[in-house]
């Protein structure tokens, strides 16, 4: 299938703007909720639509901070010898944004959370993690791809009983340069002792996302939305 995306679109209730993979289904009942990296845009995760079921609703959407032309993010960082410095509040308000578009978007499609998924590559995976964690009410499960689950976010995760249906996805390059490996075992063991059902998968790459990755991250959706 031929895919493409939208106009942009701007959320009313988040202020976010987004684009919607074409063609979009007519009666979506599953939603997949997809978030870039730094100094990215939203059209770069538009090749893992690829595969993506017909009756599921994939929304690519754009970090509310701009960097430079076509370059977003969804908080500024600085890669330090200590590791990754964040702006604390950009994050923080970048999480409650995008909890409100995806509970828009859920309101407006008919869809559940049960079948919301969201899921990011580096900060947008970031974004993804503090989103499903800290309100597993909103999504039925996370995709982490070469991301990381930000040590500021520990304030606002859920109860070990709330997120108890939440299901996970972890895929890391074992030569990342930017976020480098232990990263996901910080994840993996996080995440193992909130109890969350989580796949880990690693890769003989760099930072990015692999054909592998790819296609693994597309067969647990596909599983983990029945």
């Known amino acids: 299938m031929n895919v493409s995306q939208s106009d942009l679109h701007t959320d009313s209730a ?24 730094v100094g990215g845009n939203e059209c770069n995760l538009l090749n893992l ?36 410095q964040i702006v604390p509040q950009e994050a923080e308000h970048s999480r ?6 995806v509970q828009s978007l859920q309101q407006s ?17 970031i ?9 597993p009410h909103a999504v039925g499960g996370f995709g982490l791809l070469s991301g990381r689950i930000l040590p500021e976010l520990q304030p606002h995760i859920a109860s070990r009983e709330q997120l108890s249906g939440l299901r996970a996805f ?15 075992e910080r994840s993996h063991a996080l995440l193992s002792g909130l109890g969350v059902s989580h796949s880990l998968k690693l890769y003989p790459m760099d930072h990015g996302i692999g054909a592998d990755m790819q296609a693994d991250f597309v067969a647990w959706l596909a599983a983990a939305q029945g």
């Open 14 to 37: 988040s202020a976010l703007d987004y684009r919607l993979r074409l063609p979009a289904p007519a009666q979506p009942t599953r939603l997949l909720v997809l978030l870039h990296g």
């Open 49 to 84: 639509a690829d595969g993506m079921e017909a009756d599921t609703l994939v929304v690519l959407v754009r970090g509310p901070l701009q960097l430079g032309a076509q370059q977003f993010a969804w908080f500024q960082v600085r890669f330090t010898a200590t590791g990754p």
């Open 96 to 101: 409650t944004q995008l909890i409100a578009l």
């Open 109 to 125: 499609q008919g869809i559940t959370a049960e079948n919301t998924v969201i899921a990011g590559f580096s900060q947008g995976g």
């Open 127 to 135: 974004m993804s993690a503090s989103v499903a964690l800290s309100a």
């Open 170 to 184: 972890v895929g890391h390059g074992t030569h990342d340069s930017k976020l480098p490996v232990t990263w996901a």
